[in-house]
């Protein structure tokens, strides 16, 4: 049984008002195996789709290395954007080293709420994937459970947005979809993508991510809530 530790601590920059949430990296990064294009950084898979949706939301270019100078290319631009990183799961325990949310067991998580009782000026929850067991909200929902903590649907379309309340102030979460090669084949199921798909045949699936977290990364959506 291998046991897979998270290798980052949570990027808490002063100010952020909203945090990406997700589970673990691939194993490779516990473990100090990364590849040439890796970044030795949160979501720095070369082969995950976060931070080419990021580029194009905040309309700016990263390096894809393993070196010191992108994890500082990414660390200024969530700095300067007000986001921080808590990812919920600490450790867990998999018989098959893969990347695989559905292989994870015996998960420890990270105190999310406990973080947020000290970050008062977080709003918002991004999470990178859905309610799907071992999802990112997945684990939230049973965080929030041990703590006797409701939380409360306002919009059931994709992306999902619920709200909980937290020492007197409301703290809403987003769940969007997941910036994984994986998850294409469930955007392509998606009646939204399907639409515009019809219309633009050159439409893709990083397009659909694109549109989908330019909101709820640039914008105070909260307020319009």
């Not at 473990?31 to 979501?43: A, K, Q, S």
């Not at 098959?96 to 998960?107: E, F, N, R, T, Y």
């Not at 994709?158 to 937290?166: A, E, K, N, S, Y």
């Amino acid at each position: 049984m291998f046991l897979h530790q998270h290798p980052y601590e949570p990027f808490l920059p002063e100010g952020a008002d909203r945090l990406i949430v997700g589970t673990l990296p691939p194993p490779r990064f516990s473990l100090g195996r990364l590849r040439e294009e890796d970044v030795n950084f949160c979501y720095g898979s070369r082969d995950g789709l976060l931070w080419p949706v990021l580029e194009r939301v905040y309309q700016t270019s990263l390096h894809y290395q393993n070196d010191e100078a992108a994890v500082m290319e990414r660390k200024q631009l969530l700095t300067s954007k007000g986001v921080g990183v808590f990812d919920i799961v600490a450790s867990a325990k998999r018989e098959k080293i893969d990347a695989s949310d559905l292989g994870m067991q015996d998960v420890e998580l990270r105190n999310l709420t406990g973080a947020l009782s000290e970050l008062t000026k977080v709003k918002a929850l991004l999470f990178t994937g859905g309610n799907s067991k071992n999802g990112p909200e997945y684990f939230f929902r049973k965080h929030l459970k041990a703590r006797g903590i409701q939380l409360k649907r306002i919009a059931n379309e994709i992306p999902r947005i619920h709200q909980f309340d937290l020492d007197s102030r409301t703290i809403y979460t987003v769940s969007l979809t997941a910036p994984s090669g994986s998850a294409n084949r469930a955007i392509g199921g998606m009646d939204a993508y399907k639409m515009k798909k019809a219309k633009d045949p050159s439409f893709t699936t990083l397009d659909f991510r694109v549109q989908q977290y330019t909101p709820y990364f640039r914008e105070a959506f909260w307020e319009l809530l």
